[in-house]
């Protein structure tokens, strides 16, 4: 369908437009705009308890600001009517038409009971599946409801679950207030349910706790789910141990001295797993030969290179035991403002090792594990750490926004940020990835503004670090930027969360939008968002088969000899229709480049306004065609059919002659089916409705145009000539049979042209050898 000018210029004006003086909400909220949405619920949890109306009485504007502060929450807590608000605006109805809030009591003590705690993952809809899904992490989850007696009796319970498990499992909760249908999916019917997953569990693989829910009995059952990675060590084996591990945490646990309890011992064997083997002592000899002082140590850190050097372990419980551990063990290299631009300096001149950065302030043991076990996950990699807050210029300047936050300096330069998950399976991945997609940088405002005023080719992502979908797509990007030179073809993306303005100028209209930059030309992707279909659009775009027409060039259209057919698309580039067809003109294009005769191009009716309206044009898209026989623009097609690929490539083969001979059923049983054949006859039977068949159309044209002579190339519609075709017994489309006689035929079937002429021949000769052979 066209898009009248005048029209989709007011449609534009409407969309844009956002009522003057409104709040912004992400401010209100006092929150960043790549905020997820815990942070949202914090931050507006926050403000009720103390902007509440309820708690404020003398204030009389207090129910007025109070529910600004509701409706931002309401607003930003969706993904759809976030992404909504992040283009256009709040253009809802009135905030006083009819809005409700809750009392104060709810928000104080039944507004997500665990969305302020540090360690407590609170999962939604959106991100629960891809988070149970993790190869390296057990996860136990809560399902509460905030209306729950029996919920909030359980929380300090469930809170010191998840501050003594701190680093060995994954401690989450659901707000099934909040995300029922998540809950009503999973089978949850009753409050609080604990569900425990197992590593690479999938979602319908949690087992649900059914003891009792005190923290004795629920600490028994996440140990028995902990696999145990403690060896015994005997005088005998220890020597061969030492050759498997260079760091050992060694439990002295033989008659004389006072071994600490097993549990404790399975939590730091399971939170240390792949950082320091885990080992328990009986033998006293062994226990003096590896530490004199054994009996007054109940753990001790070895070390292979430094073995006459022994650490010992002290602490009260776990945690303090597990912190103690972190900090003998070698944490990475602590990069200031000065460091980082060195570093990015000497990876521009040509150092070849890429870095992996956390940007972080403070510290957890989460964290603290994440940074001591990746050097030797990325062994090609260095790992640093940048204080944000002894470096806050640094951050500020690359957009450091929220904590922990993981970046790579790749080889060349380019500086990307990683926006997925925290968890270390995710962050390997990230940063394998992206140090190999060194043509993919991020991009700001000053950035963009000098790649529009150069000539180069780029493939820009315009996206939102919280929307679910432009996170898919980021890793497929990375892998299609490989595929490009940077010479050829460059990457960026663009958060829109950080340069709203400038997503705003550009029309940017939905997450993710992925534009090709090509000089003065723009077109948007709208194939699959993959690497596969990255890669395709791009090489479509810069090896096009379409011809691009302006002001100077149209006169090869005007000067049309008669033995050429041209189509021609006229567009604007702000145009989404348009936009969507060019990709289909482009895939048109190189399906048809099999007939020189066929041209197909376009023109920019924005570029060449004036060329435009000397041809009348007055709505986009408008497709002509100027056909075979005339010259120039004497003659011209309209063409008003839709434009889907299989439509507009049947349209075209009309108009196309072909060496192909159509037959009906009296031609067919005249021609082909007449007893012994002077020449033998290649059959293509096909339904007009087939869009396979309409593709291969053109393969099955150069087929009849190489073998022309040798054999005669025709073709059947089935649906025309239904009985015909049930008397062959075709049944699948298209079909293609080469006859040597009425009674001898063979199926081709293969697809490729090539392959069919090669086939063809091999037959034709194998039977024309045959029957010399039989005459002699």
């Keep these: 369908m066209k898009i009248n000018i005048y029209m989709l210029t007011i449609a534009i004006w409407c969309l844009c437009y956002v009522r003057s003086g409104e709040p912004d909400f992400y401010e209100l909220?006092?929150?960043?705009?790549?905020?997820?949405?815990?942070?949202?619920?914090?931050?507006?949890?926050?403000?009720?308890?103390?902007?509440?109306?309820?708690?404020?009485?003398?204030?009389?504007?207090?129910?007025e600001n109070f529910l600004k502060f509701t409706r931002a929450y309401e607003v930003l807590k969706e993904p759809e009517t976030r992404k909504h608000y992040d283009l256009y605006g709040d253009t809802g109805s009135d905030l006083n038409d009819e809005k409700h809030y809750h009392s104060y009591s709810y928000y104080k003590n039944d507004f997500g009971i665990y969305d302020d705690d540090p360690i407590i993952v609170t999962l939604s809809r959106s991100d629960y599946e891809v988070n149970i899904l993790d190869d390296a992490q057990m996860w136990?989850?809560?399902?509460?409801?905030?209306?729950?007696?029996?919920?909030?009796?359980?929380?300090?319970?469930?809170?010191?679950?998840?501050?003594?498990f701190q680093g060995t499992i994954r401690i989450a909760a659901v707000n099934c207030e909040d995300d029922w249908s998540l809950c009503y999916q999973l089978g949850i019917s009753s409050y609080p349910t604990l569900m425990f997953y197992e590593k690479q569990a999938n979602l319908q693989e949690g087992e649900r706790y059914k003891g009792y829910r005190n923290f004795e009995e629920i600490e028994n059952f996440i140990l028995t789910k902990i696999p145990s990675k403690i060896t015994i060590l005997t005088p005998e084996t220890w020597q061969q141990k030492q050759n498997e591990h260079s760091q050992w945490l060694l439990f002295m646990c033989s008659e004389n001295t006072d071994c600490i309890e097993s549990k404790t011992q399975i939590k730091l064997a399971a939170a240390l797993e792949g950082l320091v083997a885990a080992g328990v002592i009986l033998?006293?000899?062994?226990?003096?030969?590896?530490?004199?002082?054994?009996?007054?140590?109940?753990?001790?850190?070895?070390?292979?290179?430094?073995?006459?050097?022994?650490?010992?372990?002290?602490?009260?419980?776990?945690?303090?035991?597990?912190?103690?551990?972190?900090?003998?063990?070698?944490?990475?290299?602590?990069?200031?403002?000065?460091?980082?631009?060195?570093?990015?300096?000497?990876l521009r001149e040509g150092a070849t090792t890429p870095w992996l950065l956390c940007f972080h302030v403070g510290s957890a043991t989460d964290l603290d594990l994440q940074l001591k076990h990746l050097p030797s996950l990325l062994t090609n990699i260095n790992v640093g750490l940048v204080h944000c807050a002894q470096s806050s210029s640094l951050c500020s300047e690359l957009h450091i926004s929220r904590y922990?936050?993981?970046?790579?300096?790749?080889?060349?330069?380019?500086?990307?940020?990683?926006?997925?998950?925290?968890?270390?399976?995710?962050?390997?991945?990230?940063?394998?990835?992206?140090?190999?997609?060194?043509?993919?940088?991020?991009?700001?405002?000053?950035?963009?503004?000098?790649?529009?005023?150069?000539?180069?080719?780029?493939?820009?992502?315009?996206?939102?670090p919280w929307c679910p979908p432009c996170k898919k797509l980021l890793p497929e990007l990375r892998r299609a930027s490989q595929h490009f030179d940077k010479n050829t073809v460059q990457f960026g993306t663009i958060d829109c969360t950080l340069h709203r303005?400038?997503?705003?100028?550009?029309?940017?209209?939905?997450?993710?939008?992925?534009?090709?930059?090509n000089g003065s030309k723009i077109e948007r992707f709208h194939g699959v968002p993959n690497e596969d279909g990255i890669v395709g659009f791009i090489e479509d775009a810069i090896n096009s088969k379409v011809i691009s027409l302006d002001d100077s060039s149209f006169v090869q259209l005007m000067r049309k000899p008669v033995d050429e057919i041209w189509f021609v698309d006229f567009f604007a580039p702000w145009c989404g229709p348009c936009q969507k067809l060019s990709l289909i003109w482009r895939k048109l294009a190189k399906q048809m480049s099999e007939f020189p005769q066929l041209k197909m191009a376009q023109i920019d009716c924005v570029s060449n306004a004036a060329l435009c309206s000397s041809q009348n044009i007055r709505a986009y898209p408008t497709l002509r065609l100027f056909p075979l026989g005339s010259k120039g623009l004497n003659s011209v097609i309209f063409y008003t059919g839709n434009w889907e690929l299989v439509t507009l490539k049947r349209w075209l083969l009309s108009l196309i002659p072909s060496n192909v001979r159509e037959l009906n059923e009296n031609e067919f049983k005249q021609e082909v089916l007449r007893g012994k054949l002077k020449k033998p006859w290649l059959v293509d039977f096909f339904a007009p409705w087939c869009g396979h068949c309409t593709h291969f159309d053109p393969e099955f044209r150069e087929v009849a145009k190489e073998l022309e002579g040798y054999v005669n190339c025709g073709k059947v519609d089935c649906q025309a000539e239904n009985n015909l075709c049930q008397s062959l017994h075709i049944n699948a489309y298209p079909s293609v049979f080469l006859f040597i006689s009425d009674s001898l035929k063979y199926e081709i079937s293969v697809r490729n042209t090539d392959e069919i002429i090669k086939k063809v021949t091999l037959l034709v000769d194998h039977y024309t050898n045959k029957e010399s052979h039989d005459e002699l």
Aim: charged share 30%.
């Design 140 to 164: 136990f989850v809560n399902f509460y409801s905030p209306q729950c007696h029996h919920c909030h009796e359980l929380a300090p319970t469930w809170r010191k679950i998840a501050k003594e």
């Design 404 to 464: 922990p936050v993981w970046g790579t300096l790749k080889v060349g330069g380019a500086f990307e940020i990683h926006h997925g998950r925290d968890v270390m399976h995710d962050i390997v991945s990230f940063a394998r990835d992206s140090v190999r997609s060194t043509n993919l940088r991020a991009l700001t405002p000053d950035d963009f503004e000098q790649i529009r005023r150069e000539d180069g080719i780029w493939f820009i992502d315009w996206f939102a």
């Design 29 to 63: 909220l006092g929150i960043s705009r790549d905020a997820n949405i815990q942070e949202i619920r914090k931050a507006f949890k926050k403000i009720a308890v103390k902007m509440h109306p309820d708690k404020n009485t003398d204030d009389p504007k207090a129910h």
């Design 283 to 346: 033998d006293d000899n062994l226990a003096e030969k590896i530490d004199k002082t054994f009996k007054d140590n109940r753990i001790i850190y070895w070390k292979k290179e430094d073995s006459n050097s022994i650490k010992k372990i002290d602490g009260s419980d776990f945690i303090e035991l597990m912190e103690n551990i972190l900090n003998l063990l070698p944490g990475p290299q602590l990069i200031d403002e000065v460091h980082f631009k060195e570093i990015r300096n000497h």
């Design 501 to 517: 303005s400038l997503c705003t100028r550009e029309g940017i209209s939905a997450y993710p939008t992925t534009i090709l930059y």
